[in-house]
């Protein structure tokens, strides 16, 4: 039997949710330490006018199963906006299910009727499932390219 996975876009009723399985994602990634988002930060960032990212929820049988995160970006090369994925988790309890397929299709679903140029997100080394997952469904790893960060604290550096 085909389980009945509902996609939907997150309101602002979705907040503790949201926060909640944040933190679930910040513990599998042995980051918990730094989340420092808040109901109300996140209320601004996703609800607010000054928003600019957008959260969809997976759920099977009206539970939370998972949540994707994603934004515009730009490419000077394609001289077309794009999205990036943030954020992609699926619970535990949920993985396997087809949960996070169906996240990650809603996001291509609407960049291609945007007619946007490219989806794309970073994964962990050490996270070989996911790997797997994003090399099955013909992602293409970018092994040449190094992610860097600067955080706030070093912005007047």
């Not at 949710?17 to 996140?42: C, G, M, P, Q, W």
């Amino acid at each position: 039997m085909k389980e009945n996975i509902k996609i939907r876009k997150a309101g602002l009723n979705d907040v503790t949710i949201i926060l909640n399985l944040i933190k679930e994602l910040a513990e599998y990634e042995k980051l918990l330490d730094e989340v420092t988002a808040t109901e109300d930060k996140l209320m601004n960032t996703i609800f607010g006018k000054d928003k600019f990212v957008e959260v969809w929820l997976a759920e099977i049988n009206n539970e939370p199963a998972g949540q994707v995160f994603f934004f515009r970006n730009y490419s000077t090369f394609l001289a077309k906006p794009g999205y990036y994925i943030e954020d992609l988790y699926v619970r535990p309890q949920f993985r396997g299910r087809g949960v996070g397929k169906k996240l990650l299709k809603k996001v291509i679903e609407i960049a291609a009727e945007k007619n946007y140029g490219r989806v794309e997100w970073s994964v962990l080394n050490w996270n070989e499932p996911a790997i797997e997952f994003y090399k099955n469904i013909g992602a293409v790893s970018m092994d040449e390219w190094m992610s860097f960060r600067l955080t706030e604290e070093k912005f007047t550096g």
